[in-house]
């Protein structure tokens, strides 16, 4: 049966290093349409952030088929979680809520979702089934932040390096930040220093307007791109937040920027892949964190979210029996479309036999056989019309196993 299927590899099981591997060859609309192209694969999607990447198959061979992709990837088993039809939806559901999310209920991951789900339609990539499943999601996403308060006090993966600064270094009053990257991550990091009572704010990002522009509505300063190495020397904190492909900062830059001070550099790292190269937490006073740093702030929001979490899951305890009963009700559907299909087939087939027959003793005239067609659609349709109530009513009590001997009796083509 052709089921969804997914592949699960987050900040639960890897780390930083190991998630940036999936993107060695090639970005992501590259890697989605190599994954497509798989003869097995019907429909997918590919969702990338931080810490998390998730690909979602609809296909025959289920999860199989995403082994093989893990296995051409050179992905460690020790890091993938797969999940079959219901797991996928059920994870699903509970990633829009912010549930899965390193910060427990951060609003992020929702337009991350609804990003990766545009970007798939864009592609043509995705069809019926995973679009039922990914609305689905976005609703329920909606849905709980505004009947709960998982999100209330929102910390975000920008906020939280924010925060994390300032448990190093014991506050962030008097200290120059340089936050590379104005994107959406950059945007949450800059807000957060915004609230903080910081020397100054300095943006830069690879378009100089973008920087600027953020700047001006936080009262910090835009950096070009070409002069950072100067604000390096001056900088207290950096927090890099780009989605560029390669390193922004060197050994060999931060090098260059603490050799004539004395003081503590603090450099945040939240981009997949890095901006910072590793070996740079290596010089003297220079200490380097980056995404597998945010884990004790992460299990503080838990704490802190515990009684939400638990109206949540019972709401998408919920939605999940209402996109079970969807996608029943469409199998449904499927196989009646099909069950119809082939009655019509047989009827116009036995109709003109029934033409031919009758032309030989007699002139069979327009009124003879418009007769002729309303007779063998009443009958079609009358055959049809309790097989097609039953169908729905199974459907609706989830039997799931009437409906797959109906297709196999059949022989018909409905899809789950």
Excluded at 101 to 111: H, K, P, Y
Excluded at 271 to 294: F, H, K, M, T, W
Excluded at 332 to 342: F, P
Aim: negative net charge; contains cysteine.
């Amino acid at each position: 049966m052709t089921e969804i299927s997914s592949m699960v590899i987050s900040h639960k099981k890897a780390k930083i290093e190991e998630m940036e591997c999936l993107w060695h060859g090639g970005d992501l609309e590259s890697l989605l349409q190599y994954l497509y192209s798989k003869e097995s694969v019907d429909e997918c999607i590919i969702m990338k952030t931080c810490n998390r990447a998730e690909f979602y198959v609809l296909s025959p061979r289920g999860s199989s088929v995403l082994f093989n992709f893990a296995k051409e990837k050179g992905v460690s088993s020790n890091i993938v979680e797969f999940y079959g039809h219901d797991e996928s939806l059920i994870h699903l559901l509970r990633l829009s809520c912010g549930l899965e999310s390193m910060i427990v209920g951060e609003d992020q991951i929702l337009g991350q979702i609804k990003e990766m789900y545009a970007f798939a339609k864009e592609n043509g990539t995705t069809g019926r089934v995973l679009d039922l499943a990914f609305k689905k999601a976005i609703q329920l996403g909606k849905r709980v932040r505004s009947e709960t308060r998982i999100n209330e006090g929102s910390v975000s993966i920008g906020s939280a390096a924010v925060e994390l600064a300032e448990n190093i270094l014991g506050g962030l009053r008097g200290k120059n930040v340089l936050v590379i990257g104005a994107g959406e991550m950059g945007v949450l990091v800059a807000k957060a220093l915004a609230e903080r009572d910081v020397e100054g704010i300095y943006i830069t990002n690879r378009t100089y307007g973008t920087a600027e522009k953020l700047a001006f509505e936080l009262g910090g300063h835009a950096v070009k791109l070409d002069d950072v190495d100067t604000y390096l020397q001056d900088a207290d904190v950096v927090i890099s937040a780009t989605g560029a492909p390669h390193l922004i900062l060197t050994k060999a830059d931060i090098e260059k920027a603490v050799e004539s001070r004395n003081r503590k550099l603090l450099l945040v790292d939240i981009a997949n892949p890095r901006d910072i190269e590793e070996a740079a937490g290596e010089l003297e006073n220079v200490e380097l964190c980056n995404i597998d740093n945010l884990r004790v702030i992460s299990e503080r929001t838990l704490k802190m979210r515990k009684a939400e979490a638990k109206k949540v899951e019972t709401i998408i305890d919920e939605e999940f029996r209402n996109l079970k009963l969807q996608y029943k009700r469409s199998r449904a559907d499927d196989l009646i479309s099909e069950l119809y299909k082939r009655v019509y087939a047989v009827r116009l087939q036995e109709r003109e036999k029934a033409v031919n027959r009758l032309s030989a003793y007699h002139t069979i005239g327009e009124v003879e056989t418009r007769v002729l067609d309303d007779l063998t659609h009443s009958i079609a349709n009358k055959i049809l019309a309790e097989p097609t109530k039953v169908l729905r009513q199974a459907a609706e009590v989830e039997n799931e196993d009437f409906l797959e001997a109906v297709s196999r009796v059949f022989q018909l083509d409905g899809k789950p």
